[in-house]
């Protein structure tokens, strides 16, 4: 199976976000824990067709333009389960989006014009499971990335699936049937906590009992699928809006509250605190439409080194020096 993404599209910068996790200002780094890099090939597990499939992407260029062949490794490989396949690839990496659009209100913003150029053709990897990325997110909920990171890679262990494949262990995220039936005692056990326990099991019952249809919500309107997810406890405007910008292709989300935004808003436009959510929003206008965009690209120089990142800061600042004179 071959997919032809729309230009400019970069494969290995799209990646990045997902395989290298930025290491802690200590050095420490964290491997990927569902996300697989072998042998040139992107890997992952995920359910086509009621089964668990390996499925594998590689990236490979015909003259100057990139194409993504998509191949089943392990499980089903009918025409359905092929075709479905090629459904989830094409969303996860984004491949139909034009992100011309973008680049051309992001020449508008000194910050962002720079980190379009630096990062250009990379996508926001969608997540192919929207179950995973709404309890992974639960999971981050104020607690820092070596802490999230921990409890993550213990509860994908203690209740997920995996495949063997010549000799190698890909794992799974648990399903909605795996973590409804767990007890809170049994989560704590893993370092979770009380109310998140319960939040995380209460999600995974209403997905098994239909009350929760979080594949629909892709065909929702964004502020419809962000209500309906905050009507469940655990779910915050943060959490809401992260799962639609990861895993509903949501193309306006702001998690204004996200520290790390914050963070480097304060660093790339000269401000002297860090801004309240009030402030990102603010400044965020000129974002309508791209703010989801706008928002991973500020993330992702958290993937950059510090020198880069100062470098980067310096040049901001001396471009708005000479803008006042």
């Known amino acids: ?38 042998e040139g090939e992107y890997r992952r597990v995920m359910d086509i067709g009621g089964q668990p499939t390996l499925y594998g992407v590689r990236e490979e260029h015909r003259g100057s333009a990139p194409a993504l062949d998509v191949r089943v490794i392990s499980g089903p490989s009918d025409r359905d389960a092929s075709s479905q396949l090629q459904s989830v690839v094409a969303r996860q990496f984004s491949t139909g989006l034009d992100l011309k659009p973008f680049y051309r209100l992001a020449a508008t913003d000194p910050a962002l014009a720079r980190l379009t150029e630096h990062f250009r053709g990379m996508r926001i990897p969608q997540s192919a499971n929207v179950f995973e990325t709404l309890i992974s997110a639960i999971l981050e909920q104020q607690v820092n990335l070596s802490f999230a990171h921990q409890v993550k890679k213990a509860l994908i262990e203690a209740f997920g699936g995996h495949i063997e494949f010549e000799g190698r262990r890909y794992s799974a995220f648990p399903d909605p049937a795996a973590l409804a039936i767990v007890t809170p005692r049994e989560l704590r056990c893993i370092q979770i906590s009380g109310p998140k326990a319960r939040y995380i099991i209460a999600i995974a019952r209403a997905v098994l009992d239909g009350s929760l249809d979080l594949d629909g919500l892709r065909s929702l309107d964004p502020a419809a699928a962000d209500a309906k997810l905050r009507a469940h406890r655990g779910v ?38 860090l801004p309240a959510p009030a402030r990102v929003e603010q400044i965020a206008r000129r974002w309508a439409g791209w703010r989801s965009y706008a928002t991973f690209y500020l993330w992702l120089t958290y993937w950059e080194d510090r020198a880069w990142n100062e470098r980067l800061a310096q040049q901001l600042r001396q471009a708005r020096r000479k803008g006042r004179r």
Request: avoid cysteine.
């Open 1 to 38: 199976m071959r997919i032809r993404p729309i230009e400019p599209f970069n494969f290995s910068l799209t990646l990045r976000f997902i395989l290298s996790p930025p290491a802690l200002l200590n050095g420490r780094k964290f491997a990927p824990l569902l996300d697989y890099f072998e």
């Open 236 to 273: 915050g405007p943060w959490t809401a809006q992260y799962v639609g910008l990861r895993a509903l292709g949501h193309l306006d989300s702001l998690p204004a509250a996200d520290v790390g935004l914050q963070k480097a808003i304060q660093r790339f436009y000269g401000l002297r605190k």
